[in-house]
């Protein structure tokens, strides 16, 4: 039950990572037209939904080479990892980010591949944990709510500094000290 959570806790805060792309891409297009809203939510998506069954693969293939008892302390590792990595994207990247513009494919494409970075990290610890079978589960989940998360985007009225990166971090934190202390 508790990792139940902890994965809808990781599927929101990745969503709101690609949802803080689309709104902004939103805003700067304030009307987009079909092929705008199209490509802002494809872009995301396929290297998002790539990374996802990448990491989930990788994940899964490692439960395989190492004991069940270690695979929790490297998806553990992977958590805090993936924290610190958007503590700095907070810190130091986020104003790189801030000068892509997401309307070209290419800055599209360069803020999807870090937003796929964070899925890769996600996806892998998560391989780690859940058995072959609900793997496809998992990916399912990921991929709906990276969807929901361009759409929410797109959808907003006004552009809200959605802090994805702190709210990435501290779900990686949480979730890592919660498989450490209950020993999942």
Do not use: H
């Not at 599209?108 to 079978?133: E, K, R």
């Not at 006004?158 to 990435?168: F, K, S, V």
């Amino acid at each position: 039950m508790t990792l139940t959570i902890l994965f809808i806790a990781c599927v929101l805060a990745t969503a709101v990572d690609l949802a803080s792309v689309a709104l902004v891409s939103a805003f700067i297009y304030q009307k987009p037209t079909v092929w705008q809203v199209v490509k802002t939510i494809a872009v995301p998506l396929v290297v998002c939904t790539v990374t996802i069954f990448l990491g989930l693969t990788f994940g899964n293939y490692l439960t395989g080479i190492v004991k069940q008892a270690e695979c929790n302390w490297i998806a553990s590792s992977l958590f805090f990892m993936l924290a610190l990595k958007m503590a700095y994207d907070a810190l130091k990247l986020s104003p790189l980010k801030q000068t892509i513009n997401p309307t070209s494919v290419v800055g599209l494409l360069v803020l999807a591949v870090f937003a796929g970075v964070n899925a890769f990290f996600y996806s892998t610890a998560f391989g780690l944990l859940v058995q072959q079978q609900s793997i496809l589960n998992v990916a399912y989940v990921l991929v709906l709510a990276l969807i929901i998360g361009c759409i929410v985007g797109l959808r907003a009225k006004r552009l809200y500094r959605l802090y994805a990166e702190w709210i990435l971090a501290f779900v990686s934190v949480v979730t890592a000290l919660v498989l450490i202390v209950g020993g999942y």
